[in-house]
């Protein structure tokens, strides 16, 4: 049971890490408008009416591959109960999505989206390709 408790752990670690990375790449690949500062809840805020749907690729990219990459760690590490343990970390990461749209106005569409498809498809997969099944 320790072992499937700190499998979830490092799923939830691992893909933090993943998410973050991306969401810190993303800038870099689709600049923002001019004067937006999108390291802040307040600058997204401010300059939330200025974003096009491309400004919303790295965040949606982060979610699902940070849950993705998660989800397959802690299946992967997991002794038993493999697919679950995956979509526990999808439920953590979704719990997060879920505070992040309270707290960031973000467009509808992409608040559905991301809610929608990033976390629990995205640990369902990652848990198939650890070689889960059920």
Not at 54 to 83: C, D, K, Q, Y
Not at 112 to 118: C, K, R, S, T, V
Not at 120 to 134: D, E, I, N, S, V
Request: charged letters at 5%; a positive charge; hydrophobic letters at 60%.
């Amino acid at each position: 049971m320790l072992s499937n408790v700190l499998a979830v752990v490092v799923g939830i670690i691992v893909g933090g890490i993943v998410n973050t990375a991306l969401v810190a790449i993303g800038p870099t690949v689709v600049p923002p408008p001019g004067g937006v500062d999108m390291t802040t809840a307040e600058g997204l805020q401010a300059g939330m009416a200025l974003l096009a749907p491309r400004h919303f690729v790295f965040p949606w990219l982060a979610h699902a591959v940070g849950t993705l990459v998660g989800a397959l760690v802690a299946a992967r590490l997991a002794r038993s109960h493999r697919l679950p343990l995956a979509m526990v970390v999808g439920m953590v990461f979704l719990a997060g999505g879920i505070m992040a749209a309270q707290m960031i106005p973000a467009p509808t569409w992409f608040v559905a989206l991301d809610l929608i498809g990033a976390y629990l498809p995205m640990a369902w997969l990652g848990a198939r390709l650890a070689g889960a099944r059920g």
